[in-house]
Structures are given as structure tokens and as C-alpha cells.
């Protein structure tokens, strides 16, 4: 190495070690709110996942398992049982309503996909790391607050019917 190569500013830039990593980010430090909507957020999508499997256990093994009068394998009993929430249904009901923009796509990527490292998954969508989670706590906000006026007027309309059926019963009697 000659002389002049060390007192090089550039060639000492690349040889320079790469900056460390500090293990995965946290995300800012959220309101007691914010939490509570993070952990319904979190309910509803283990929910999503499950909201499939409402029907009863096979109890038969297939069509052409039967024919054959044979079983080759048991069944499994038990297995996995969805839960039956109407708040998260209407916090499902209040998702799918949203139009596809920005504030859906970060809720998307954070909850859904899992991304990681936030800051990568801000910097493609275009904004920065701290604006990720703004929009992200306010679409929470938003889809939590139609979700409770979904909640409220399906209850309405409930106690309407239960009123109705009521009134024709005591017609009736």
C-alpha cells in the first residue's frame, strides 16, 4: 500500500466494515388504544385463517373409502375449532369494505404478509419508516369504528326481528 492510497478518503470508505445490524426492528412504542387494536387485529387474522373450518368433523372417510370396505387410515378427531365472534366478523365485514389504497396495502403487508424489515417494506411503498406506522394505526382506527357500527345496526335489526317474533306470538296466542 502506498502512501497516498492511505490517506485516500474514498478508497477507506469501501474498505470500511458494513454497519451492523441491530437485530429486527421495534416498532414504536404504542397507546394502551393502540395495543387493544393491535391485539383485535392480531384475533382477526388467526380468525381469517380459521373461518373455514365451521363444519362438523368427517366422520366417514371419503366416497371411495367406503365402497371399499376397508378403512386404510383412521381419522383424526378433534382438530382444529374456529371461533364463532361477531365482533371479528364485522371487523372482517369493515377490512373488506376498504378500498384498495395505501393505509390497506400497510395493514396487508403487516399483518397478512408479515413483512420484514419494516423499513424495507416502507421504502418500497414510497414512505418512510415512522409514516408506516401512522398509516397503520389509523386504518386500525378506521376499520375498528366500522366494525362497532356494523355490531350496532346488526343489532339493531336483531332486536327488531326478536320484537317482531315476539308481537306475532302474542297475535297468535
Same mark, same amino acid.
Given at each position: 500500500?502506498?502512501?497516498n492510497?492511505?490517506?485516500?478518503?474514498?478508497?477507506?470508505?469501501?474498505?470500511?466494515?458494513?454497519p !451492523?445490524?441491530?437485530? &429486527?426492528? %421495534?416498532?414504536p412504542?404504542?397507546?394502551?388504544?393502540?395495543?387493544?387494536?393491535?391485539?383485535?387485529?392480531e384475533?382477526w387474522?388467526?380468525?381469517?385463517?380459521?373461518?373455514?373450518l365451521?363444519? &362438523?368433523?368427517?366422520?366417514?372417510?371419503s366416497?371411495l =373409502?367406503?365402497?371399499? =370396505?376397508?378403512?386404510?387410515?383412521p381419522?383424526?378427531?378433534?382438530? &382444529?375449532?374456529a371461533?364463532?365472534?361477531?365482533? @371479528?366478523?364485522a371487523?372482517?365485514?369493515?377490512y373488506?369494505?376498504?378500498?384498495?389504497?395505501?393505509?390497506?396495502?400497510?395493514?396487508?403487508?403487516?399483518?397478512?404478509?408479515?413483512?420484514?424489515?419494516?423499513?424495507?417494506?416502507a421504502? %418500497? @411503498?414510497?414512505? =418512510?419508516? !415512522?409514516?408506516?406506522?401512522?398509516?397503520?394505526?389509523d386504518f386500525r382506527?378506521r376499520?375498528? %369504528?366500522a366494525?362497532?357500527?356494523?355490531? %350496532?345496526?346488526?343489532?339493531?335489526? @336483531?332486536?327488531?326481528?326478536?320484537?317482531?317474533?315476539?308481537?306475532?306470538s302474542?297475535?297468535?296466542?
Amino acid at each position: 500500500m502506498t502512501d497516498n492510497n492511505h490517506y485516500d478518503t474514498e478508497a477507506m470508505r469501501l474498505a470500511a466494515p458494513a454497519p !451492523q445490524q441491530h437485530g &429486527p426492528e %421495534a416498532p414504536p412504542e404504542l397507546s394502551e388504544e393502540q395495543r387493544d387494536l393491535d391485539d383485535l387485529c392480531e384475533r382477526w387474522v388467526n380468525w381469517k385463517a380459521t373461518r373455514r373450518l365451521f363444519g &362438523p368433523p368427517p366422520t366417514m372417510g371419503s366416497v371411495l =373409502g367406503q365402497l371399499s =370396505g376397508t378403512r386404510t387410515r383412521p381419522l383424526k378427531q378433534g382438530g &382444529p375449532d374456529a371461533i364463532c365472534s361477531a365482533e @371479528l366478523a364485522a371487523l372482517h365485514v369493515a377490512y373488506t369494505c376498504q378500498p384498495d389504497a395505501l393505509d390497506k396495502r400497510v395493514f396487508d403487508l403487516y399483518y397478512i404478509h408479515r413483512v420484514a424489515p419494516i423499513k424495507a417494506a416502507a421504502a %418500497a @411503498l414510497g414512505i =418512510g419508516r !415512522q409514516h408506516f406506522y401512522a398509516v397503520l394505526g389509523d386504518f386500525r382506527k378506521r376499520i375498528h %369504528a366500522a366494525s362497532k357500527h356494523i355490531l %350496532a345496526e346488526e343489532e339493531g335489526r @336483531l332486536s327488531n326481528m326478536q320484537h317482531a317474533r315476539a308481537a306475532r306470538s302474542a297475535l297468535e296466542e
